[in-house]
C-alpha cells in the first residue's frame, strides 16, 4: 500500500510503498476513505511522544471502510463504514472496567502505538469495542473530521465541563479543537467567548456561533476583558491551544467556582507552566483535563450531527491529497490554515 512514512524525527516524511496490514486476531483493517491532519500528528512528527517507535506513519482522524477482520471479531463485518476513537481501549484493565477506555492502561492509539492512516489502510485493534458505526448520512470526509478534535471537544464541553443553556464559556484557541468546542457549546445554549490571535479563525468562530471575541494581539489583559464582557468571569472556560499563556487566561477568566478544562497539549518545556493556583484555592475553582472519548458516548453526538445541531463538516478547510499532507503536516504549528484539512485523495 501507499503510505506516508517518516524515519527520523523532524525529518521530511515520504510516500512509500509498505506492506499491507494484516488483522489481529480481535482487530480489523480498515481500507482508509478520509483521515484528517491534525496537531497531534505533528507532535509526534517532532518527537513530542515517546510510544511512536521509527519508521513511523502517522494519522488518527480517519473513517472507512472494513476489509478484512479477526477471527475473534464478532461485532463487525466486511463493508462496514466505520470510525475510531484516537484513543481506543483494551477492554481489559480497571479502567475500561469503570466505562473510561479513553485512559487504559494500555491504549491503542493509531498514528502512535501503531502505524496510522495516512495509508491506503490501517490495522486498528479491540475492533469489538473500539469501532463506531457510521450512519449513512455523515460522508467519510465529516467523519474524519471529528477525529480527535471534535470527538475531545463533545467529552470536555459536555461530560467534563457539563456546560449548559446560558452558560458563560470561553474557548482560547480557535483552531480545529477550539472551534469543534464553540460549535457544540452554542448547540448546548451556553454563550460562547473565542479568543484568538487570528482574525479570519475569529470570524469561523463567529459564523459557527461565538457571541464575541477577542484578538489575544490586541488585548492587554484577555482575562480582565472577559471578566468585563460576563460580569466576572465565565462558568467554563477551555485552554484549546496548550500553552502557559492560554491556560493561564483560561483559568484567570473564570468566575468563581469556575471549570477550567485543559484540551490542548502542552509539550516539552511548557508541561508544566506557572498556574494561579491562589485564584483556584480562593475561588474554589476546578481545573480538568480532557483526552478523548469512549466508543460507547459516540452515538449522542452522531445523534446531534444526523438532525442538525451539529455540522462539524462547516469546520472542513481543505480537502488534500496524500502527497499533499507531508507539507501540511510540517507546517502545521505555523497556523497558516483555517479549518481542518481532510486528505481525501490516496
Known amino acids: 500500500m501507499k503510505a506516508v512514512v517518516f524515519e527520523a524525527y523532524s525529518a521530511t516524511p515520504k510516500i512509500q510503498n ?3 496490514p494484516t488483522p489481529v486476531e480481535h482487530g ?6 478520509a483521515t484528517g491532519v491534525c496537531r497531534s500528528d505533528w ?4 518527537g513530542h511522544d515517546p510510544d511512536i517507535e521509527l519508521p513511523h506513519v502517522p494519522g488518527h482522524e480517519l473513517a472507512g471502510v472494513i476489509e478484512a477482520v479477526g477471527k475473534q471479531v464478532s461485532k463487525w463485518k466486511i463493508g462496514d463504514r466505520v470510525t475510531v476513537p484516537f484513543v481506543a481501549g483494551c477492554g481489559s484493565c480497571p479502567q475500561c472496567h469503570s466505562g ?6 494500555d491504549q491503542f492509539q493509531p498514528g502512535f502505538t501503531h502505524w496510522g492512516s495516512f495509508a491506503q489502510y490501517v490495522g486498528l485493534h479491540y475492533a469489538d469495542i473500539n469501532l463506531v458505526a457510521l450512519p449513512q448520512e455523515i460522508d467519510f470526509n465529516t467523519a474524519a473530521s471529528l477525529g480527535c478534535r471534535f470527538v475531545t471537544s463533545f467529552r470536555a464541553v459536555v461530560d467534563q465541563g457539563r456546560v449548559r443553556g446560558g452558560d458563560w464559556v470561553a474557548v482560547h484557541g480557535c483552531g480545529g479543537v477550539g472551534l469543534s468546542a464553540i460549535m457544540i457549546a452554542t448547540a448546548l445554549g451556553a454563550n460562547v467567548i473565542a479568543i484568538d490571535i487570528d482574525d479570519d479563525s475569529l470570524n469561523l468562530a463567529k459564523e459557527i456561533g461565538a457571541v464575541a471575541t477577542i484578538n489575544a494581539r490586541k488585548i492587554t489583559n484577555v482575562s480582565d476583558a472577559i471578566k468585563e464582557m460576563t460580569g466576572g468571569g465565565v462558568d467554563v472556560s477551555l485552554d484549546a491551544l496548550g500553552s502557559p499563556i492560554t491556560c493561564f487566561n483560561s483559568i484567570s477568566s473564570l468566575k468563581k467556582r469556575g471549570k477550567h478544562i485543559q484540551v490542548g497539549l ?9 498556574l494561579p493556583m491562589d485564584i483556584v484555592v480562593a475561588n474554589e475553582l476546578e481545573i480538568i483535563g480532557s483526552h478523548g472519548m469512549q466508543a460507547y458516548r459516540y452515538p449522542q453526538m ?3 450531527i444526523r438532525v442538525g445541531k451539529l455540522s462539524p463538516e462547516k469546520l472542513i478547510g481543505n480537502l ?7 507539507e501540511a503536516l510540517m507546517n502545521m504549528d505555523k497556523f497558516e490554515t483555517t479549518g481542518v ?3 481525501s485523495q490516496f
Open 100 to 105: 473510561n477506555h479513553q485512559v487504559c492502561d
Open 28 to 33: 480489523v483493517v480498515v481500507k482508509v476513505m
Open 18 to 20: 509498505v506492506p499491507d
Open 43 to 46: 507532535h509526534g512528527w517532532v
Open 320 to 326: 488534500i491529497s496524500l502527497e499533499q499532507s507531508i
Open 302 to 304: 452522531m445523534e446531534m
Open 341 to 343: 484539512s481532510i486528505i
Open 266 to 274: 502542552l509539550v516539552g518545556d511548557d508541561s508544566r507552566p506557572n
